[in-house]
């Protein structure tokens, strides 16, 4: 199946955008009337998110979401072929003078991203900075052949894949080393049960945080960006690069995290159809336990 996905891919990406979105026309329709998938869970996610919204509403926001995951699926796909050039003209960087300047004090940066706009095209950044390594921290997939075929997509302009568990020796050994770089981290991902250390309301909903980025930023002392993405129009995006800590031994304990959640709150209810809606986010719920302490319980 593998082979056959990577071959069919492989050819049609040859196709411009304009030609492909006809594809993923046809795959809106597929996905959200016939296969109708994860749609319980996005209409869920959305009725939580958004209370205050009429049904209608809501329905508009999940059509919306799927016209674009299906748009999203071929832009992915055709990073196969894209050369800077194309990549260049349809994704445009606001205020990336910001980490020339951290460059320049001699200090690596870490990003802060998230499941909105194109996040696979965020990678293209990396050309930039040619002698600056942009290290993805990522989570591999359990089918070998679709793991590297991610792999190679999201590696396309330079930027380099680091897995999950080796983020921290990697940090420790390149700052020895003298090399500066940038660690791009997907940050609104639900964490597991037992690395939950901070709850926050998001989207009117008491929400675990993922603050792995927060405690080597704080540890480092690396100043914090978030990448945010604005899409323009179909196959066009801006991606700016907002300063969430310059100096992040000076903030408060969760303070880094809790500013990025506020950014990409504010990101999402502006245009709720780019996020990622399928999403099983709030799978885990804190509970009361009989001696008034907190757990959390994963439904």
């Not at 894209?82 to 910001?98: A, L, P």
């Amino acid at each position: 199946m593998y082979y056959v996905f990577y071959a069919f891919a492989w050819l049609i990406t040859w196709l411009p955008l304009r030609v492909l979105y006809l594809l993923s026309d046809f795959c809106y329709v597929l996905l959200y009337y016939v296969v109708g998938y994860r749609k319980q869970v996005t209409r869920m996610n959305l009725a939580h998110s958004f209370p205050d919204k009429s049904e209608k509403e809501r329905r508009t926001i999940e059509r919306r979401f799927y016209r674009y995951f299906c748009d999203l699926f071929v832009e992915t796909l055709k990073l196969m072929h894209m050369s800077e050039k194309q990549m260049n003209r349809r994704m445009k960087y606001v205020n990336g003078e910001v980490i020339a300047e951290q460059y320049a004090r001699g200090r690596s940066v870490m990003l802060m991203t998230s499941h909105y706009g194109n996040w696979e095209w965020t990678s293209s950044f990396s050309q930039f900075y040619p002698d600056k390594p942009v290290y993805q921290v990522y989570r591999r997939l359990k089918n070998k052949g679709f793991d590297r075929f991610m792999y190679d997509l999201r590696t396309r302009f330079g930027a380099r894949n680091i897995e999950k568990h080796d983020v921290l020796r990697a940090m420790v050994r390149l700052k020895r080393d003298g090399q500066l770089c940038m660690f791009g981290m997907l940050s609104d991902q639900t964490p597991s049960p037992a690395n939950i250390h901070y709850w926050t309301e998001f989207l009117h909903q008491d929400t675990p945080v993922l603050t792995g980025t927060e405690q080597l930023a704080r540890k480092f002392d690396y100043p914090v960006f978030y990448i945010s993405v604005t899409r323009l129009k179909r196959g066009y995006y801006q991606c700016e690069l907002i300063p969430i800590a310059l100096e992040p031994k000076e903030m408060q304990e969760f303070e880094i995290t809790e500013r990025y959640s506020r950014m990409l709150e504010q990101v999402i209810e502006r245009a709720p159809q780019y996020w990622l809606w399928t999403h099983k986010r709030w799978k885990h719920k804190r509970e009361k336990s009989g001696n008034g302490t907190e757990k959390e319980k994963c439904l």
